[in-house]
């Protein structure tokens, strides 16, 4: 099982898709950054950093190879997702 740190880089409040941008640190040694949290017909997914290619389509740049990396990944941006905003509605509710 490999380490991932997530770091939640922003959170977006609005009604948009996106809800946030994620950096993930495995075993202290490798980062992927601009990870996003996307809110899709079945609910929020990870969604890998992409580039867009000549046809205008976009590819991932890099993504897990096992479904169960895929489902650690997941579990780690999920949980740091829900302790900021935990952590955020707590604090607005102490400052009302």
Same mark, same amino acid.
Do not use: W
């Given at each position: 099982?490999?380490?991932?740190?997530?770091?939640?880089?922003?959170?977006?409040?609005?009604?948009?898709? %996106?809800?946030?941008?994620?950096?993930?640190?495995?075993?202290?040694?490798?980062?992927?950054?601009?990870?996003? %949290?996307?809110?899709?017909?079945?609910? %929020?997914?990870?969604?890998?950093?992409?580039?867009?290619?000549?046809?205008?389509?976009?590819?991932?740049?890099?993504?897990?190879?096992?479904?169960?990396?895929?489902?650690?990944?997941?579990?780690?941006?999920?949980?740091?997702?829900?302790?900021?905003?935990?952590?955020?509605?707590?604090?607005?509710?102490?400052?009302?």
């Amino acid at each position: 099982m490999m380490n991932i740190k997530t770091e939640i880089k922003k959170t977006f409040k609005d009604n948009g898709k %996106l809800k946030a941008v994620v950096n993930l640190i495995i075993d202290e040694g490798f980062i992927i950054k601009n990870v996003r %949290l996307v809110n899709g017909a079945k609910g %929020l997914f990870v969604s890998m950093p992409s580039g867009k290619i000549k046809d205008g389509s976009y590819v991932e740049i890099c993504h897990p190879i096992k479904s169960n990396v895929r489902e650690q990944i997941e579990k780690s941006v999920l949980e740091a997702y829900q302790a900021v905003i935990t952590s955020t509605d707590s604090n607005n509710e102490k400052h009302e």
